[in-house]
């Protein structure tokens, strides 16, 4: 099995996060692996308890209820890549997409079927073991099939907050945080279908007197008001998110709120094991910023690759928040203003 080095850039999502993950996969010595923990979510993954190769496969392998209810709904994110091919096997209509052949095997290959076929092949042969021997079994696999590269780097956005269990299963991996200022992503944030249905999942809670949106089922529906039962069910308007009126400081505090518990988090991974980037650093100052990531992840920093970058990240537009009128700007800062205050004292 190829020595792979491990990194994972976390952050709150909407900081720039898919743009850079597009910006490694470029680079012929890194297998860039994208969205992994948002396609598959189970907690249990990143746990002790053996798998055998069929029983980790299946996690992998089977339809994601929530992507494929957004998908069959319109309410699809631009990370959603599987279904916009021209050509596939799968449709979350009928026989639902997998897990992983909707955010993570298309931004590897063209044809992500026939890597899910040969992944299926591989992977149901392997022994029982940890999740993580598996993981690392799958990048080295994945690795094998795309020149073998020493590097690889997942990505998925909202993920800081996992960084204890991303640590405990992987001892040895570095993470890079990738941050935003609080503003622009809050404001990307309230545009983006999944964060806005963040406070309206614990606004349901709420209604219902549950603790935590996990909670919710679709019987719960009977108890919602019309403009939030539906949301519970198969099929829904994604007006119903994207046109209800939630305020842009919830999306500050959001903001804040997973800064301050995930920079927590990581002061339990060694210095030397972690940096930070900073999103807008990165655009005004990205060949500096792209060697400075190269070494940290171990590779080398082609001025191929370097040129590469910089051309895709020239798009980045920051500063969308300062365009707000007084009236949503003010109290937008405010909300963010814990999270900025915690940033700087952590660096």
Same mark, same amino acid.
């Given at each position: 099995?190829?020595?792979?080095?491990? @990194?994972?850039?976390?952050?709150?999502?909407?900081?720039?996060?898919?743009?850079l993950?597009?910006?490694?996969?470029?680079?012929?010595?890194?297998?860039s692996?994208?969205?992994?923990?948002?396609?598959?979510?189970?907690?249990?993954?990143?746990? %002790?308890?053996?798998?055998? &190769?069929?029983?980790?496969?299946?996690?992998?392998?089977?339809?994601?209820?929530?992507? #494929?209810? =957004?998908? *069959?709904?319109?309410? @699809?994110?631009?990370?959603?890549?599987?279904?916009?091919?021209?050509?596939?096997?799968?449709?979350?209509? @009928?026989t639902?997409i997998?897990?992983?052949?909707? =955010? $993570?095997? +298309?931004?590897?290959?063209?044809?992500? /079927?026939?890597?899910?076929?040969?992944?299926?092949?591989?992977?149901?042969?392997?022994?029982?073991?940890r999740?993580?021997?598996?993981?690392?079994?799958?990048?080295?696999?994945?690795?094998? *099939?795309?020149? #073998?590269?020493?590097?690889?780097?997942?990505?998925?956005?909202?993920?800081?907050?996992?960084?204890?269990?991303?640590?405990?299963?992987?001892p040895?991996?570095?993470?890079?945080?990738?941050?935003?200022?609080?503003?622009?992503?809050?404001?990307?944030?309230?545009?983006?279908?999944?964060f806005?249905?963040? +406070?309206?999942?614990?606004? =349901?809670?709420?209604?219902? &007197?549950?603790?935590t949106?996990?909670?919710?089922?679709?019987?719960?529906?009977?108890?919602?008001p019309? /403009?939030?039962?539906?949301?519970?069910?198969?099929?829904? /308007?994604?007006?119903?998110?994207?046109? *209800?009126?939630?305020?842009?400081?919830?999306?500050?505090?959001?903001?804040?709120?997973?800064?301050?518990?995930?920079?927590?988090k990581?002061? /339990?991974? +060694?210095?030397?094991? *972690?940096?930070?980037?900073?999103?807008?650093?990165?655009? %005004? %100052?990205?060949?500096?910023?792209?060697?400075?990531?190269?070494?940290?992840?171990? $590779?080398?920093?082609?001025?191929?690759?370097?040129?590469a970058?910089?051309?895709?990240?020239?798009?980045?537009?920051? &500063?969308?928040?300062?365009?707000?009128?007084?009236? %949503?700007?003010?109290?937008?800062?405010?909300?963010?203003? +814990?999270?900025?205050r915690?940033?700087?004292?952590?660096?």
């Amino acid at each position: 099995m190829v020595n792979q080095k491990l @990194t994972f850039v976390v952050g709150t999502g909407r900081c720039g996060s898919t743009a850079l993950s597009q910006v490694i996969n470029i680079h012929p010595d890194v297998l860039s692996i994208n969205e992994l923990f948002a396609s598959i979510p189970d907690a249990e993954m990143l746990d %002790e308890a053996p798998l055998s &190769g069929p029983e980790f496969w299946g996690y992998l392998s089977r339809p994601n209820v929530i992507t #494929n209810s =957004m998908i *069959r709904n319109g309410a @699809t994110p631009p990370e959603f890549l599987y279904h916009k091919l021209p050509k596939r096997r799968f449709d979350a209509e @009928t026989t639902g997409i997998p897990a992983i052949s909707v =955010m $993570v095997l +298309p931004h590897l290959t063209d044809d992500p /079927d026939a890597l899910f076929d040969e992944l299926e092949s591989e992977v149901t042969s392997w022994p029982t073991r940890r999740p993580a021997d598996h993981w690392t079994a799958l990048f080295a696999s994945l690795g094998a *099939r795309f020149g #073998n590269p020493g590097a690889v780097v997942e990505r998925t956005g909202l993920s800081i907050g996992r960084v204890p269990e991303m640590h405990r299963a992987f001892p040895e991996a570095r993470f890079v945080h990738l941050y935003r200022e609080g503003p622009d992503c809050a404001v990307s944030m309230s545009r983006h279908f999944s964060f806005r249905m963040i +406070p309206m999942l614990w606004e =349901m809670a709420m209604h219902l &007197g549950l603790e935590t949106p996990q909670h919710l089922t679709p019987q719960h529906a009977a108890q919602l008001p019309p /403009d939030l039962a539906p949301l519970l069910s198969d099929r829904y /308007d994604p007006a119903l998110v994207m046109e *209800r009126p939630i305020p842009l400081s919830a999306f500050g505090t959001l903001w804040s709120e997973t800064i301050v518990d995930g920079l927590r988090k990581l002061d /339990d991974v +060694p210095a030397e094991q *972690r940096t930070a980037l900073s999103y807008e650093t990165l655009l %005004e %100052e990205p060949e500096k910023e792209l060697i400075r990531l190269a070494e940290f992840i171990g $590779v080398e920093a082609h001025r191929t690759w370097l040129d590469a970058s910089i051309a895709h990240l020239d798009g980045g537009r920051p &500063g969308a928040a300062r365009k707000l009128p007084e009236a %949503e700007l003010t109290p937008l800062l405010e909300s963010c203003s +814990p999270g900025t205050r915690a940033l700087a004292a952590h660096q």
